[in-house]
Every structure is written in structure tokens, then in C-alpha cells.
């Protein structure tokens, strides 16, 4: 199997990889990545579903922290599988992300796209991953799973001031519901006079 992993990522967008992805990963890996985002951007990644065996007493652990220390601020920590989506924005600049797996099993792992944004945007970006309406359906958790739609998504929260163009370029992609919460809260943080 493919034990290749980690590496330096810096670009706007990209993702992380449990090694053989989706087939399973082999035991005994150890993957680091850094994502080193352009200036004046942060990160924001989603964790569409993780597949970690959990009966090895957290043998294999996924962590992203701001870095290698074990005390540096922690964003994300998991030793078992989800399959509901969740989207976060990291809570230092840099990323570093550790994946380890032991020697008793594998399983499928994960595939972990992040996006980075303008940091002028934080509260907004903030706004709309925490707003719980974003994972409340079922056809809102399959955009957060579906690489096309994440991409659409990711677009949007790239580049807020384009939100509208976008709209219109993936209104048939999207669903309604989605597009109303995503509208709400730009239109609201754009347009805070109106």
C-alpha cells in the first residue's frame, strides 16, 4: 500500500490525506503536514467524515495544533470515526498536522480539504461554520462531503466580495436552503447599512 504522506502546503486551497486514501491505510504511518497560509490569510478546513478504528484505545490519532509542541493551541483532535461533516477555521495562523496510525489495523482514514481566507473575513467565515443550520440537513452534510459542492462552498468563502457571481455560477449545484443561510449572512456583513 501507499505509505506517502505529509509535506509543506501553502497554496489557497488544498487537502490532507490519510496515505492509500480511500482504501485503507497501512499500520505504523506517521504523516506531518504544515499549511503555511499566503499573508493576511487564515484557514478554514472541513472534516467531511474520518474512519478511525476505535477499538485500539486511540492508536490512530489525527491532531492539527499551531505547532510540533504537544502544548501549542490545539484546533482539532480525534481518535474515532464521524461521519457527520463539520467545518472549522483553525485557531492559530500555521497549521501543523499529525497523523499517526500503530501496528494492529487500519481503516479508511480521511480526506481533509481546507480553503484559506482573507482575514478581513474571519467573523463572517466565522458566522457561517458555527451557525448549526450549515450541518442540520442531510443535503447540507452531502455538500460538506462532495467534492464539487466543497468547492463551490470554498469559493465563496474564499472570495465573499464575489458571492454573487458565484450564486449564479452554481444556483443549480446548490440547494435552496443553502444558498438562503449562506445569502443571510454575506448580504448582512456586507451590506451592515442597508
Not at 490545539?74 to 483553525?90: G, N, S, W
Not at 497549521?95 to 473575513?121: C, I
Not at 468563502?157 to 457571481?165: E, M
Amino acid at each position: 500500500a501507499d505509505r506517502h504522506c505529509g509535506g509543506e502546503l501553502g497554496d489557497y486551497t488544498g487537502f490532507l490525506e490519510s496515505p492509500n486514501y480511500p482504501g485503507n491505510y497501512p499500520s505504523s504511518v506517521e504523516c506531518t503536514w504544515n499549511i503555511s497560509p499566503p499573508p493576511r490569510r487564515k484557514i478554514l478546513l472541513v472534516v467531511p467524515e474520518i474512519f478511525l478504528p476505535s477499538e485500539d484505545e486511540c492508536g490512530d490519532v489525527l491532531v492539527m495544533r499551531k505547532n510540533a509542541s504537544p502544548s501549542s493551541i490545539t484546533t482539532y483532535e480525534t481518535c474515532q470515526t464521524y461521519e457527520r461533516p463539520i467545518a472549522f477555521t483553525a485557531r492559530s495562523r500555521k497549521l501543523w498536522v499529525h497523523f499517526k496510525s500503530n501496528e494492529v489495523n487500519g481503516a479508511r482514514g480521511f480526506q481533509v480539504p481546507y480553503v484559506t481566507y482573507d482575514e478581513d473575513y474571519e467573523q463572517l467565515v466565522e458566522d457561517i461554520v458555527r451557525d448549526g443550520r450549515l450541518y442540520s440537513s442531510e443535503n447540507h452534510q452531502e455538500i460538506l462531503k462532495d467534492k464539487k459542492l466543497i468547492k463551490a462552498f470554498f469559493e465563496v468563502l474564499a472570495h465573499p466580495q464575489n458571492y454573487f457571481k458565484y450564486v449564479e455560477k452554481y444556483r443549480m449545484m446548490l440547494p435552496r436552503s443553502f444558498i438562503k443561510l449562506l445569502h443571510s449572512k454575506v448580504s448582512a456583513f456586507l451590506r451592515p447599512y442597508k
